[in-house]
Structure formats: C-alpha cells, structure tokens
C-alpha cells in the first residue's frame, strides 16, 4: 500500500507551545522520510528529512522522531512562532523508484 | 539555488479545452514530477519522468499527458479540460537515489469553467 496518513488536517497552536504532527505508512519498502513546509502563494520546501535507519534528527526547533517498528513518524517545532504558520507534508519515498508519496497535509496555525 | 519555473501563476480555461502547463527548471536535474494539490488530498502524483523523452504514470494521469522533449521542460498537457481538474498544479524536479532534494514551482492555480 503506497499511502501516508497524516494528522491532524488542522492544527492551533499558541506562541511557544509545541507544535506536532503525525504520519503513518504501511510499505515497509519506503526507505527516506521528508517533511516540507509550504506557505501560502508558494510551492512546497524541504523542511528536514530522515532515514529509516535513526530514531530523531533534529535541526534548530524542528525534530523529527522515526518510529519504524510501528511505522510512524512525526514533525515536533519547539517554540511555535507566528512564522512557522503554514502547511506541512510529510512524505516518504519509495525504495528504488525516486519518487515521493505526501500525506494529506497539516494546516498549522501559531497564534500570537 | 535551483529554480523550477511555471509558467503561468494563473489560468482560467473553459471545459472542452486544451490546456497545456508548461515547467523549467535550470540545474539539470534529470527527475521531473507533475502533482496536483488538493484540500485534504494533499499532493497526488499524476505523471513524472527520469529522462527525456520518457514518461511514467503516476497515481492519477487519467485525463493527462505529458511531454518532456528537452531536459530542463516538462509539460503537462489536459487534452481536454473538465471541471474535475480545477486544482493547484504543482512541478518538481530532483536529483538523487532516494527522491531528496525535491525542488517544487510556485503552482499554477487552474480553474476550469
């Protein structure tokens, strides 16, 4: 099955707070894990990635945390700002075929 | 930086029409994607291409056609025009084995009347 699942659809978070979103799969033949932020009137960018073979990267107040054995993995932004307000995806590309399958994407809004 | 240039931001077309959504980009990337962005849907792939002159389908092509003559172009052709096809229009391109360094086009919004 070549899905992602991604929740929540939306997302409010308060200034400060932290901020996380979530996305299962179910092909055990998915092999790299990007997330990417798109602001509005814009195309989608690389936010950060992961590799099946760590269980967190971390860049700056982004984070992402790998869970293979339940097939899940998730976006955490530390210190929500005004300015991370956007849409996220995350994606995960298929082994061998140099293609990305997105989830459904999060609307994430930071009140200020 | 690597750009990935649509060439239109906005379009309007009337059903029955041909439509053609045209995609550069400038760092020689050999992998080019079309996607269509849609609320709740997120990103479907509808074709792609990892060379010139070849094509694959992606999830959703029914409706579509694509023509990648040179390497830096990728076009996106609805050979007819329906109403089902008012989405976002997204174009990528990538280098790499694993699909990183997806680079995406502002969008072309079409609206199909």
């Known amino acids: 099955q070549q899905q992602v699942k991604q929740s929540p659809q939306s997302l409010i978070v308060q200034k400060g707070g932290i901020s996380i979103i979530n996305c299962a799969y179910e092909n055990t033949a998915f092999d790299y894990f990007p997330w990417y932020q798109q602001f509005p009137g814009k195309g989608p960018a690389l936010l950060i990635a992961?590799?099946?073979?760590?269980s967190e990267k971390k860049e700056g107040r982004f984070t992402i945390s790998f869970n293979k054995s339940a097939k899940q993995f998730s976006l955490h932004i530390m210190d929500s700002q005004p300015g991370d307000s956007a849409t996220y995806f995350c994606a995960a590309n298929i082994q061998g075929a140099q293609k990305l399958v997105f989830g459904q994407g999060t609307r994430l809004t930071i009140n200020p | 930086d690597v750009k990935v240039t649509q060439s239109s931001r906005y379009l309007v077309k009337r059903t029955g029409e041909k439509v053609f959504l045209e995609c550069v980009q400038d760092m020689d990337h050999e992998n080019m994607f079309w996607y269509r962005q849609d609320p709740g849907l997120g990103l479907r792939l509808i074709y792609f291409?990892?060379?010139?002159?070849m094509k694959e389908k992606g999830d959703i092509p029914e409706g579509y056609s694509v023509s990648r003559e040179k390497k830096e172009r990728f076009s996106l052709i609805l050979e007819s025009a329906s109403t089902n096809q008012t989405s976002m229009y997204l174009c990528a391109s990538s280098f790499g084995p694993w699909g990183s360094g997806y680079t995406f086009g502002s969008g072309t919004r079409l609206t199909v009347v």
């Open positions: 992961i590799r099946p073979d760590v």
């Open positions: 291409s990892y060379d010139v002159k």
